[in-house]
């Protein structure tokens, strides 16, 4: 491999830590691929954060010490962070979103991967400072966004079925009661969930916070812990859901069919947390 100049090495850095949320990579590593000095590994590094936090671009995180290393978090500026939400109101906000029954279509946006992207680095910006282990959803129409979220904190994602699996070896299942008192049951493999770990949860719909509150029950009961929960979209009512604490993005205030309107507002703006 050729010796790369100083900028041609910036970039491959940037490029390794985009590539790698969440993990530590050493400076050792570095310092083999580019046949370069720890030091100047250390100036690179220091120069790369000092551009990310002036334009606010995600978290890299510097370790010293013979184990030590570098870790970076992808998460969007607060600027593109307002313009995401903007965005997504003006398109949520679509009449042509109604559905029979007061519903609201989400479905070509929970499935689009630049807007799950954007969704969840959000999400993810908003729980850092958490810490958690592992991602945790249920199926099925969250799971790309929780996807995203997963990917930004570089942790894996659980996914709680409504049916165990084989391939997930013994199974741990947790009923909840629906807000229309329907009994329903999650599930996921005992090995997925440690005990003690910090689970996010991520659900891309909340009304009453049935599902969202199956789910940390579930955690609980393995003997792990909730880091928080985050939603996409949640109604204005009922006021009193059956999670206490949760942030979501958006919160939809009413759908009118027949005025064939729909009212959305922000529910918070993402904020990068050490």
Known sequence: MRKLNRAERLIQMVRTLIDRPGEQIPLG??????????SSISEDLRLIKETLEADGIG??????????????WPTPSPAEGAQTIAELLALM???????????????DVLTNPQWCHRIGGMLAAR???????????VEV????????????LGVPLVVARREGRPTQGSAFVSHYVTSSRRVQSMAVGLKSIPRGARVLIIDDFMKAGATARGMIDLVTELGAHVAGVGVFI??????????????????????????????LRAAWMPEVKE
Do not use: C, N, W
């Not at 906000?93 to 479905?107: E, H, K, T, V």
């Open 141 to 152: 129409s969250g799971v790309p966004l929780a996807v995203m979220v997963a990917q930004t």
């Open 127 to 137: 729980f850092l400072g958490e810490q958690p282990d592992l991602v945790l959803t």
């Open 234 to 263: 949640t109604t204005a009512e009922p006021e009193r859901k059956r999670v206490e604490e949760y942030v979501p993005l958006l919160t939809l205030d009413a759908v009118d069919e027949e005025e064939r309107t729909i009212r």
């Open 59 to 72: 978290l890299l995180k510097t370790h010293a010490g013979a184990a030590g290393g570098v870790q970076y």
């Open 93 to 107: 906000s679509d009449p042509a979103r109604i559905m029979p029954g007061g519903f609201l279509y989400m479905a």
């Open 29 to 38: 590593a570095f310092a083999e691929q580019f046949g370069a000095a720890k």
